[in-house]
């Protein structure tokens, strides 16, 4: 079973009037405050011997991702921090001190917390992110048939950086590792279109799995054109030498980036928001009748992938 149909088919159940479905969950919608999760395991999500400045960005930017997602403005979070007995006073001043530098670029409080120590050599990072809204919240079951599809930034890059870690890919990419290390939350695009997007989530689990998650949520299909997809020229090179490599592209995950979509009406404002926010925006498709996301080539063949996104359970 795969992790999604575990949360499907036991989470979901918990409460029939449950709040989870999206990004985050809408606790208040007179005051508009949300609420959003996520756990990082050392070997899962991060390697072993990670930089503790590096970990905690990874750690606060993951979770405010989705409350860009959301449309929304982040507030705090509160930190839950499982450590190996002989973690070093360094690392404690390193992770606090990046934690800090998080704080002043995005404007939030650390609002509580825990921390507790154990004998296995393993980090685990806990983080519930709160975030509050002064216009629309978007959601991802509100796609409409005709729809456009729209990303942000570029894809794949934080996928082909994990490979370049891992050995795979020999030749080293500062920009993709980076991407894989620290990413950036779209906290401004995701205020400035949540009165014009009819729906929205961050890619964390691969472009075409987080799509999927739209589709099903607003009970739609999907079409969408790999040559529309962006690019960094750094994967455009790596595919090149290597077309392979468009499966961890495609369902790769760890881009953050923002996938919504919109009314055609609104195409114009879209250029208008990507270039107040100095973020590329690329149409990539349309929402269509339908339950699936069809994937096309530059000649409208359909492509079938092997690996649709990661999964926690595979």
Not at 182 to 195: K, M, V, Y
Not at 226 to 250: C, H, M, W
Request: proline letters at 3%; charged letters at 20%.
């Amino acid at each position: 079973m795969k992790e999604f149909e575990y949360i499907k088919n036991y989470i979901y159940k918990l409460d029939n009037d449950s709040l989870i479905g999206d990004d985050a969950a809408i606790i208040d919608h007179t005051n508009k405050l949300l609420v959003t999760k996520d756990i990082l395991i050392e070997g899962i999500h991060f390697f072993k011997n990670c930089n503790p400045t590096i970990l905690a960005k990874k750690a606060i930017r993951s979770n405010l991702s989705d409350i860009a997602a959301m449309g929304s403005i982040p507030y705090g979070y509160c930190l839950g921090l499982v450590l190996p007995y002989n973690i070093t006073k360094d690392w404690w001043q390193n992770f606090t001190n990046s934690l800090k530098e998080e704080h002043e670029e995005f404007n939030i409080k650390l609002l509580g917390g825990d921390t507790t120590s154990h004998k296995e050599d393993k980090i685990i990072i806990s983080i519930t992110a709160f975030g509050t809204s002064n216009g629309n919240i978007l959601k991802r079951s509100e796609a409409k048939i005709g729809d456009f599809i729209y990303v942000s930034g570029n894809i794949g890059d934080a996928a082909l950086g994990l490979l370049i870690y891992r050995k795979i890919i020999k030749k080293n990419y500062n920009n993709l590792t980076n991407k894989y290390d620290i990413p950036q939350p779209r906290i401004s695009l995701g205020i400035s279109i949540n009165n014009i997007a009819s729906s929205c989530i961050d890619i964390s689990d691969g472009l075409i799995q987080d799509l999927e998650h739209i589709c099903h949520s607003s009970q739609v299909g999907a079409e969408i054109y790999l040559d529309k997809i962006p690019l960094s020229n750094e994967a455009q090179e790596i595919i090149n030498n290597s077309p392979k490599y468009i499966d961890n592209i495609l369902s790769g995950g760890d881009d953050y980036e923002l996938i919504f979509t919109t009314s055609p009406y609104f195409s114009h404002i879209i250029k208008e928001i990507s270039y107040k926010n100095k973020i590329k925006i690329s149409k990539i498709g349309e929402i269509t009748p339908g339950n699936s996301v069809i994937l096309y080539d530059k000649n409208r063949n359909i492509i079938t992938l092997n690996n649709k996104g990661f999964n926690h359970f595979a």
